[in-house]
Structure formats: C-alpha cells, structure tokens
C-alpha cells in the first residue's frame, strides 16, 4: 500500500496533476481493504526495504534505556536513605515511614527515570515504525542520530515528550505500587527473623 502511494506522488510530481485529482486518487488507495499481515510478510518487507541491518533498527536506544530501572532505583534508594536519615536525626526511627511514604517515593523514582529516557523511547518507536515527516519521502530516518536531528529540526523538543502523560499515568502507578508491596514484604519478613531468632535464642538457653 505504502509503495503505491510513494509510486503515485512520484507520477504526482512527473505529471503535475492537480490537488484534487492527487487527493481522490490517494482516497481510493485508502479504501483498498489491506491483505492479512503476517510474520512472514514483514520479514521479508523489512528485509526487503533495509536489508539485515533493518532487523536491528532502534536498536541503539534500547541499549540505552536498559539504564532506566537503574536510575529508577538509584532515584528510589537514594530518596529513601534520605528519609531515614532525616528520621533519624529527628529520633523518630525509620520505622515510621509509611507506605503511603513508600508509594510516593515509588512514584517520584519512575517520574524522573521516566523524563530522562522517554526521548528514547520516542526515537526507537519512531526508527521501527519507519516514520516520515509529512509525505516528503526523503526525509525518513535512515539512523538514531539522523532521527534525533530531523526531530529537532522539525518538531522541536515537545516532539520527543509525544505521548508521554500516557506512558506515566501507566508506569509511575505501576512503580509505586510495587515498591509500596516491596517495602511491607521486607517489613514482613524482618519481623519474622527477628521472632525466629528470639524463639532460636530463647531455647539456646
């Protein structure tokens, strides 16, 4: 389908035909009902249009965002260690902190691993989904550098933050609740060795 319309703006442009007749001729593409697409079909299009190097497209900001549970941690860890110090230091115990504490700290760590790798997620979706600016076919992405510079060039930087409220709504309520059953799952299981190791003392004896 893709091709028809790229072959269709080439005559386009060959036979200077006019804005509507272009426009009704790209409509009746549109309303050509697509055949069923399967995995087969897409590895030989993929192959097809970029060769073996097509099947690793993107694949330079995955790499990279593997560091996002890294920072995610790092953000989470640190916050909390914060917490416990100033707890400390107040001598009310770390004990104290809350889950709702613990959730809120969830949800800081995933908001901020989130805005610093976003932009990435951006590009690799952007890379493997061979997306064009307009209908100007030269300007497909032929890289991650290539993609990072026309995106600047022509969206700005908002263009990489695209979609992102969705993409936290559902992650960052995901990471809270996960470090809030985390951390009662450790306060569980303290509990537990601290009895078990009063019950080991006790018959010691």
Not at 64 to 77: G, H, L, W
Not at 108 to 125: E, F, M, Q, R, W
Not at 176 to 184: A, D, N, T
């Amino acid at each position: 389908m893709e091709e028809r319309k790229e072959a269709l703006l080439r005559e386009a442009s060959k036979n200077c035909l006019t804005g509507s007749a272009l426009q009704d001729k790209l409509a009746e593409l549109d309303s050509i009902k697509p055949r069923p697409y399967g995995t087969l079909q897409a590895v030989h299009e993929v192959h097809t249009e970029s060769g073996i190097a097509g099947f690793w497209k993107g694949i330079i900001p995955t790499l990279i965002m593997v560091c996002n549970p890294s920072i995610q941690f790092m953000i989470y860890e640190s916050s909390l260690k914060h917490l416990k110090t100033k707890r400390a230091a107040r001598k009310q115990g770390s004990k104290n902190i809350t889950a709702l504490e613990v959730f809120l700290l969830g949800a800081i760590a995933k908001l901020g691993a989130t805005i610093s790798t976003y932009p990435l997620l951006v590009v690799k979706s952007r890379l493997q989904a061979k997306q064009e600016i307009g209908r100007n076919i030269s300007l497909r992405y032929s890289g991650t550098f290539d993609a990072i510079t026309k995106m600047i060039k022509y969206e700005g930087l908002p263009g990489f933050y695209k979609g992102m409220s969705t993409k936290i709504v559902q992650s960052v309520f995901a990471a809270s609740v996960l470090f809030m059953v985390k951390e009662e799952f450790v306060k569980i299981y303290m509990l537990l060795a601290d009895k078990c190791s009063r019950v080991l003392l006790s018959s010691a004896k």
